[in-house]
């Protein structure tokens, strides 16, 4: 017992002697100094280590579309056999594509407004191109005037009666508002 007793003895011996602190015996508060160390060496540690986070990009505003230029004509087409006489009119967009719609049918032969006519005909202001048809035979006819809508991504069809046996002057109304496929600089072409 005494062989074992011995050794035993001898570690418990050095350990006693042991001049490093056991972490329950360390100091619980930290000099000035202490505390400035550990904060240089860890920002020292921090600058030095490999980032271990996923680079991020930086934010950018989304694009906005682009602006396309498209141009605005008119056509007609006489109707075949009406009577009285009839026009069917269509309004050709020219973009990136070409489309037309189809604008109706109007009374009479029509007649494309330049600036001067639309001034005294009172068209709305901003109007890109517009017609005027008129029958005589009846007194009646329309005027259409296309615009630029709310945004660059519509277009507005008015329209206004004429009547000559009309007691007041009709007024332009809204006849449709066509979407167009991108945001659009609008004008007449020529």
């Known amino acids: 017992m005494k062989r074992f007793l011995l050794p035993l003895l001898s570690v418990a011996l050095l350990a006693a002697c042991n001049p490093t602190t056991q972490p329950a015996e ?4 930290a000099t000035p100094a202490q505390t400035a160390d550990a904060d240089t060496a860890a ?3 921090t600058a030095t280590a490999p980032s271990t986070q996923t680079p991020t990009a930086p934010a950018t505003a989304p694009e906005a579309p682009a602006v396309d230029d498209v ?13 009285p006489a009839r026009t069917q009119a269509f309004l050709k967009l ?9 604008l109706g049918t109007f ?4 007649d494309v407004i330049d600036a001067a006519k639309a001034k005294r005909a009172g068209y709305p202001a901003g109007w890109i191109t517009g017609f005027r048809t008129y029958d005589g035979a009846s007194g009646t006819g329309a005027d259409v ?5 709310a ?13 000559e046996a009309a007691t007041e002057t009709y007024t332009f109304q809204v006849a449709r508002e066509l979407s167009l496929d991108s945001p659009s600089n609008l004008s007449a072409a020529k």
């Open 94 to 102: 020219q973009g990136k594509e070409t489309k037309e719609v189809d």
């Open 71 to 83: 141009r605005l004509s008119l056509r007609f087409k006489p109707v075949a056999g009406a009577q």
């Open 145 to 149: 005037a296309i615009l630029p809508g």
């Open 151 to 163: 945004d660059a991504t519509h277009l507005r069809i008015m329209q206004r009666r004429i009547d």
């Open 26 to 29: 360390q100091p619980t508060t």
């Open 43 to 45: 920002a020292d540690a």
């Open 107 to 110: 009374p009479g032969k029509p």
